[in-house]
């Protein structure tokens, strides 16, 4: 089992910033996948960022078209944590934000219980 732990989400006007955190502990093996997803009131949940851990290419970054050049998500292997750093919010980024996992070998994922963000205009 993985438990995770966000936080960092909160009230911020449009223009700003906020660094989300997520920490895994439990049964984390070594090639993962962890990343954020969103999801706004109405809307299905999508895909934020996710990096890599563990393999081939390991600290591969991949971005949604919406947040690329204003997000960056990073990781420390060594405390099982990631990150999303916020930059230049929008008011369409307010959304709850939830941390992902996937064990890539074992074929699970996990969720966090959501961090909300709401950016005003």
């Known amino acids: 089992q993985v438990q995770l732990v966000e936080s960092g989400g909160g009230l911020v006007q449009a223009g700003g910033s906020l660094r989300l955190s997520c920490a895994a502990s439990?049964?984390?093996?070594?090639?993962?996948?962890m990343g954020w997803y969103r999801q706004a009131p109405g809307k299905q949940r999508e895909l934020v960022a996710t990096?890599?851990?563990?393999?081939?290419?390991?600290?591969?970054?991949n971005y949604a078209d919406s947040v690329k050049g204003r997000f960056t998500i990073s990781r420390e292997n060594a405390k099982n944590t990631v990150y999303l750093q916020m930059n230049s919010l929008k008011p369409e980024d307010t959304a709850v934000y939830y941390c992902?996992?996937?064990?890539?070998?074992?074929?699970?994922?996990?969720w966090g219980q959501g961090t909300q963000v709401t950016v005003s205009s």
């Open positions: 992902n996992v996937v064990l890539v070998i074992q074929r699970q994922d996990y």
């Open positions: 990096i890599t851990s563990g393999i081939t290419s390991s600290g591969v970054t």
């Open positions: 439990g049964s984390i093996f070594s090639i993962n996948i």
